[in-house]
């Protein structure tokens, strides 16, 4: 059985920081890319970054490129996002997910790239 599991989501005030985890189980985790999302209330998930499978490079979207960063042990089969100097618009349920084909005829940051999800976390970044 494939696993995601976030954790490390919690409320912080603004400038603050977190670190989520995602811990994967049931795949060969260096063969696949892993992608980092997040849904607002009232809003549609979006792609935060992801790291694709080959070199481990991780490209990131424009709201959060300087602040946040990720990082992947290949021996803990874990993924880490680093978010640093954190606003009130970061708050968002946060998921991880898995994809084997991640970039490879979209841009990484679509839903339908993935082939597994995790539970999501909650981020709540206080003004």
């Known amino acids: 059985e494939v696993q995601l599991v976030e954790s490390g989501g919690g409320l912080v005030q603004a400038g603050g920081s977190l670190r989520l985890s995602c811990a994967a189980s049931?795949?060969?985790?260096?063969?696949?890319?892993i992608g980092w999302f997040r849904q607002a209330p009232g809003k549609e998930r979006e792609g935060v970054l992801w790291?694709?499978?080959?070199?481990?490079?991780?490209f990131y979207s424009d709201s959060v490129k300087g602040r946040f960063t990720a990082s992947s042990d290949n021996a803990k089969n874990t993924v880490y996002l680093q978010m640093n100097s954190l606003k009130p618009e970061d708050t968002a349920v946060y998921y991880c997910?898995?994809?084997?084909?991640?970039?490879?005829?979209?841009?990484?940051?679509?839903?339908?790239?993935?082939?597994?999800w995790g539970q999501g976390t909650q981020v709540t970044v206080s003004s």
């Open positions: 049931g795949i060969a985790f260096e063969d696949y890319a």
């Open positions: 790291i694709d499978n080959y070199e481990r490079d991780t």
């Open positions: 997910a898995a994809g084997l084909a991640v970039g490879s005829y979209y841009s990484g940051f679509e839903e339908n790239e993935y082939d597994y």
